[in-house]
């Protein structure tokens, strides 16, 4: 069978032509159309509205251990209305407003880039939550309720449209992330499809840690049939777009496959006065579409759980704390951090969750100023939890000038760049493989965030200059394109 997720180039091309080099960024006549702002909530303004619990009581365990995937998991934890307003309020609720200018801004649990917040969650639940009826919701941050958009379980349809994995039709729901594209393009254009997976990994980053405080066995999903959870949940794939899956919870009985499934015809709000399409990011998101089971099966794995952490992690605050007081660094000093420090935001944001895809992301750096680690750039090896020199020196100008000659490269303590063999991505998965890597870096961003905040340190993610970033790392980067950037370092 011809499919289009096997013709590589569409990922390739849509790379290449979405690049931010010297010469592009400069010559670049975009601006910023501030009356044609997209609102940064979906509205259903018809549909009805369940209120979730507001006294959230956040977990107070280590935020390292949270994210490291070191908690045991319970089968049998129950999941009820209080458990799951603090799964949702950690992956997506508002954790404050400021004004800007004369504009405010809601900030949100998880990092997104350029506090656009792009993705949506979606949650079908099963007979199994008290105080919530079988159906498919939609989470509304702006207020902390739920959305009625179906009645009944759709857990096994969803399933069905993971090649039957089981941990999703057992689970005791499931969250559908999706994208709205518009609202990250009007600032980003067509490069925000990577932005959009940036998003969502950061927010799984929250959410996962969430699920393991609570002891929840969590299963993230990035292979299914496109058209199948996009009709679910009334996305058109081009305007709107489902990215990831993620099963919470197990134990339950299997959901029915066979659900009757009319388009879902519910009013939103419009997010601005005009949306604009961009042909470079819809053709990748075609090119990188799934049809069928078969074609789900072939590239989905059963991928187990890589814990990473540190044998002797330093004193972190715990979870929720970290979580409401997580931000994005505007200013570093340029002071140093330690080297234990820097193991323990590595070591405990590097491992691999239970999911359907394989590690496919590595990690580079470049160090600033970290006491007891020379000043250079280094590749992180994950199996070994060790760093390896690349070339020794003082390169705060070229982690200023690699993130697009900013002043958070130069000043951090050290420079975190996630990169992925572009072959070997696209040889395992297809155009898909670049949907998974650029989610998994986002995973592994939004973790390093965690990590920096409980250490009461300040972390940013920022984007870059894609091939002289490869450039400065090889010749071992050789063939690898970058993914993100996130600095770590001393707050000013």
Known sequence: MDCANRRTEAARLYHEVTKHSYTSVRTDGHYLDWNNRPFPFKIYPHAASLALPRELNLSSLPA??????????????????????????????????????????HFRAAASAGALY??????????????????????????????????????????????????????????????????????????????????????????LAAANAEGLRTDAVVNFIDSEIERLIGADGEREAPLCIVALGSGSHPG??????????????????????????????????????????????????????????????????????????????????????????????????????????DTYLIVNAVEGVESGAYFYSRRDRRLQLLKAGNFRGQAGYLCLEQPLGADCSALVCYMADFNRLLDTMGNRGYRAAQLEAGLHGGRAYLAAYSLGRGATGLTFYDDDTVEFFSPHAAGKIPLLMVAIGVPA
């Not at 390292?64 to 045991?72: G, P, R």
């Not at 499934?261 to 042909?279: A, D, G, I, R």
């Not at 330093?314 to 704390?321: K, R, T």
Request: aromatic share 8%.
């Open 256 to 361: 029915r496959t066979d659900m009757d499934m009319p388009p879902l015809q519910l009013e939103t709000v419009p997010l601005s006065m005009e949306e604009k399409n961009y042909p470079d990011l819809i053709a990748m998101h075609r090119a990188s579409r799934l049809i069928d089971s078969t074609e789900v099966s072939s590239i989905a794995v059963d991928h187990s759980v890589e814990p990473g952490g540190s044998e002797h992690a330093p004193e972190c605050s715990g979870l929720g704390e970290t979580i409401v007081r997580r931000g994005s660094t505007r200013k570093f000093a340029e002071e140093p951090i330690s080297a234990r420090e820097l193991e323990a935001i590595l070591d405990n944001s590097s491992g691999h969750p239970y999911c359907d895809f394989p590690p496919l992301v």
């Open 64 to 105: 390292l251990k949270a994210i490291s995937e070191q908690n045991a998991v319970d089968p049998q934890t129950p999941i009820d209305l209080d458990r799951l307003a603090r799964l949702l309020f950690c992956a997506g609720g508002l954790t404050r407003k400021r004004k800007v200018g004369m504009e405010y801004y």
């Open 118 to 207: 792009p993705i949506e969650i979606y949650l079908a639940s099963g007979p199994d939550i008290a105080g919530l009826e079988p159906g498919l919701y939609h989470f509304s941050p702006a207020d902390l309720k739920l959305r009625g958009l179906r009645r009944g379980d759709w857990r096994g349809v969803i399933a069905e449209a993971c090649a039957m994995r089981s941990s999703v039709a057992q689970a005791r729901c499931v969250l559908v992330l999706s994208a709205i594209f518009w609202r990250s393009a009007w600032k980003y254009r067509a490069r925000c499809y990577r932005y959009c997976f940036w998003d969502t990994g950061t927010m799984m980053a929250n959410l």
